[in-house]
């Protein structure tokens, strides 16, 4: 099946296709990682509403993301998370130079508080 699109329909299959855990051996182990979205959109979430950035936690979550899905972690995110969030997560791609900021989503600006956060690591 080729992917030119993530959407509801094909997203898990392509999550499944793309997944890379030589420890899991259950369904249950592989919803419990895709879980991981959900995290990483609770703490943009709490980020834009409260101005807390918990850089650390949200570091750890997108690099086991890629470390589970590899360089299919850039779609799922995107598609997993909505546009709002997009700035600060591509900072934290752009951080891990996972992406090119001149070249991948030219439209979306870094969030520059996020990589402030991250240059002080």
Same mark, same amino acid.
């Given at each position: ?6 959407? /509801? ?19 249950? /182990?592989?919803? #419990? ?10 703490? &943009?979430?709490?980020? &834009? ?7 650390? &936690?949200? =570091? ?7 470390? =589970? ?6 779609? =799922?995110?995107?598609?997993?998370? #909505? ?22 989503? =030219? ?15």
């Amino acid at each position: 099946m080729k992917f030119n699109e993530l959407n /509801e329909d094909n997203f898990l299959l392509f999550a499944i296709k793309n997944y890379e855990n030589p420890h899991c051996s259950t369904k249950d /182990e592989f919803f #419990e990682d895709l879980k991981r979205f959900k995290y990483i959109k609770r703490l &943009l979430k709490k980020y &834009l509403s409260t101005g807390l950035l918990k850089t650390h &936690l949200l =570091l750890n979550h997108i690099i086991i993301i890629f470390n =589970l899905f590899d360089d299919a972690g850039i779609p =799922l995110l995107f598609y997993k998370l #909505e546009p709002q969030y997009w700035s600060a997560l591509k900072s934290f791609l752009v951080y891990l130079n996972r992406i090119d900021p001149d070249v991948f989503l =030219l439209q979306i600006q870094l969030d520059t508080y996020c990589l402030e956060e991250l240059n002080k690591i």
